[in-house]
C-alpha cells in the first residue's frame, strides 16, 4: 500500500527525532512492501519565521488531505525568544490548536508502558509496579470544561468566576466508540473515569457509554470515579488497559500516568478524529536546550509513527514489529543521554535511529 504522511518537524528537536521516524517508517515499508510518501509542512517558529503566523491555510489543508500525520514539536525558548513578544494566537503552540482544531481531532490518546528495562526511571516502589504496566489514556479532547462558556463578573462587590462543563451525547458516543475500537486491539477492558456521585455531564457520560459497551461484548467495561483513578494509578497501574475519561480529567490523569513511566522521552500520543485519521507526536516538547546537539531521544517519535501504524493503517503487525525493535535495542543496553543508566552503551538520536531501524524484521 501507498499512505501519503504529512510530516510536520517543527522547531527545537523536532527535525532530529522527525528525520528519525521517517527513517523507521521507510524500514517497515521495506519489509512489508508499503510506500510512505511525505509531504513536509511548516508549523510553529519555523512558520512564523517564513509567513508569520504559526500555521498557514495552505499548511492546514496539505494535512488534512494525507492520510495522517506526524509532528515532532514546535516552540522555542519561551522566557528568550522572539516568537514570544507577539499576542498568544501567533506564538509557535497556537499552531497546535488550530491543527487539532483544523483537522477535528477529538480524541487524544497517550500510553503509559512501563519497560522493564527502564524501571528504575519508574518512581513507585517495585511491589507496585509487580510485572509492570500498559495503559493507554484516551483523553476527550475538544468539549467539557475547556470548552464551555466562561466569564467574569462582579456580584454584590465581589468578583465570582464562571466556568461551564457541556458535553453532549454525541461528543460522549463517539470518543467512546474509539476507546472500544482501541481496547478490541489491545486487552479489551475499558475503564471510564468520571465523577458521576456529583456531576450531571458525567452521569450521562456513565449512561452513553454504556450504551455504547452493548456493541462490544468481548470488551469489559468499569467505571471509575476520577478521584479513586488518581489512586489507582500509583497504588496499583498494571488493573488498567484503556482508561476513558473527559478533557479535564483526562489531562490530569494522563499526566500522571506519564510520569509513573519515569521517561518523558519514551511517551508517544496520538489525536484522532471520527475515521481513520490522525496526528502523531511525541507527548514531550521541542527541547530547545538539547536542539541541534544530537542527543535527543527518537524513541517517542518513533512510537508515535507505530502508533500511527496501527490506529491509521491498521498496519498492526508492522505496529509490533516497531515496538519490539525499541524492545529489544533497550534490552541490548543502549539508551540516549536521558535514559542513561550504568553499564548501558550511550548512543545520540541517529543512532538510536539506525539501531531501531536494523531491528525491524518480520
Ligand atoms: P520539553 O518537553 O521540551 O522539555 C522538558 C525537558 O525534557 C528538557 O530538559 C528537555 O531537554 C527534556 N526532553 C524533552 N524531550 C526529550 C527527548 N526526546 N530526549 C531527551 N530529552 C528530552 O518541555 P519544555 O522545556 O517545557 O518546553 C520546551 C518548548 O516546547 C516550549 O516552547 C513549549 O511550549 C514547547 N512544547 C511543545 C509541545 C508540542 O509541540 N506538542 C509540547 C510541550 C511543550
Not at 208 to 216: N, Q, W
Not at 345 to 351: A, E, H, N, R, Y
Amino acid at each position: 500500500m501507498n499512505y501519503q504522511i504529512a510530516v510536520i518537524p517543527g522547531d527545537g528537536i523536532g527535525p532530529e527525532i522527525v528525520r528519525e521516524a521517517c527513517k523507521v517508517l521507510d524500514r517497515v515499508g521495506e519489509v512489508y512492501g508499503h510506500t510512505f510518501q511525505y509531504t513536509e509542512v511548516l508549523m510553529g517558529g519555523v512558520s512564523i519565521d517564513a509567513h508569520g503566523v504559526p500555521l498557514t491555510d495552505e499548511a492546514l489543508e496539505t494535512a488534512r488531505k494525507s492520510d495522517s500525520v506526524l509532528l515532532g514539536a514546535v516552540g522555542g525558548d519561551v522566557g528568550n525568544s522572539r516568537w514570544y513578544d507577539v499576542a498568544p494566537n501567533l506564538r509557535p503552540e497556537a499552531g497546535l490548536l488550530a491543527i487539532r482544531k483544523g483537522l477535528g481531532l477529538f480524541a487524544n490518546i497517550r500510553p503509559a508502558y512501563l519497560y522493564n528495562e527502564l524501571a528504575d526511571a519508574c518512581p513507585l516502589k517495585r511491589e507496585i509496579i509487580g510485572d509492570g504496566f500498559d495503559m493507554v489514556i484516551m483523553r476527550e479532547l475538544t468539549g467539557g470544561l475547556y470548552f464551555g462558556e466562561r466569564h467574569t463578573e462582579e456580584v454584590d462587590g465581589v468578583l465570582q468566576a464562571v466556568d461551564t462543563l457541556v458535553y453532549n451525547e454525541n461528543e460522549i458516543r463517539r470518543i467512546a466508540v474509539k476507546a472500544f475500537d482501541i481496547a478490541m486491539k489491545r486487552k479489551k477492558h475499558v475503564t471510564s473515569v468520571d465523577k458521576a456521585n456529583v456531576l450531571d455531564s458525567s452521569r450521562l457520560w456513565r449512561k452513553v457509554v454504556e450504551e455504547v459497551a452493548k456493541d462490544y461484548p468481548e470488551v469489559t467495561l468499569s467505571h471509575m470515579l476520577v478521584d479513586n483513578c488518581a489512586m489507582q494509578l500509583v497504588m496499583n497501574p498494571g488493573q488498567f488497559d484503556v482508561v476513558l475519561t473527559e478533557n479535564m480529567f483526562g489531562d490530569i490523569l494522563s499526566d500522571e500516568a506519564s510520569m509513573i513511566t519515569g521517561s518523558i522521552g519514551m511517551l508517544s500520543s496520538a489525536s484522532l478524529n471520527e475515521g481513520k485519521f490522525g496526528l502523531y507526536e511525541p507527548s514531550h516538547g521541542s527541547a530547545p536546550d538539547i536542539a541541534g546537539k544530537g542527543i535527543a531521544n527518537p524513541i517517542a517519535t518513533i512510537l508515535s509513527a507505530a502508533m500511527m501504524l496501527s490506529y491509521s493503517f491498521d498496519l498492526d503487525e508492522e505496529s509490533k514489529a516497531v515496538e519490539n525493535a525499541v524492545q529489544q535495542v533497550l534490552t541490548e543496553g543502549y539508551r540516549t543521554v536521558d535514559i542513561m543508566a550504568d553499564g548501558c552503551s550511550q548512543v545520540g538520536t541517529t543512532q538510536m535511529g539506525k539501531l531501531i531501524c536494523e531491528r525491524i524484521h518480520k
